[in-house]
Nanobody, 119 residues
Framework: VQLQASGGGLVQAEGSLRLSCAAT????????VAWFRQFPGTEREFVGA????????VYADSVKGRFTISRDNTKNTMYLQMNNLKPEDTAVYYC?????????????WGQGTQVTVSS
């Protein structure tokens, strides 16, 4: 499976942005989907994740109530809706999918998309 992220860009503080991540070469419904972000000089940090059936979501405290992960398994695409953005949300955002397989967890990353929030 390959992932292609899109939707990043420059937005003013308190604005909104929606990131998309399209999967090809596999069926997204077989995976838990997640978003991570990376600030310059730091490790990637968890933003949120959504179960395979789209019912259960978990979020980092820093984005809870502002960000929402969703998925459209018919389009093989996952989304990250970001509202009330803050300058500290500026980062490269990565989509990620995971499933359990024999021998361990299979994890695939998208290429990352830059989000810049101006004050």
């Amino acid at each position: 499976v390959q992932l292609q992220a899109s939707g990043g860009g420059l937005v003013q503080a308190e604005g909104s942005l929606r990131l998309s991540c399209a999967a090809t070469g596999g069926t997204l419904s077989s995976y838990v989907v997640a978003w991570f972000r990376q600030f310059p000089g730091t490790e990637r940090e968890f933003v949120g994740a959504l179960s395979m059936n789209g019912v259960t979501a978990v979020y980092a405290d820093s984005v809870k109530g502002r960000f929402t992960i969703s998925r459209d398994n018919t389009k093989n695409t996952m989304y990250l809706q970001m509202n009330n953005l803050k300058p500290e949300d500026t980062a490269v955002y990565y989509c990620n999918i995971q499933r359990t397989a024999v021998g361990g967890t299979v994890s695939t990353w998208g290429q990352g998309t830059q989000v810049t929030v101006s004050s």
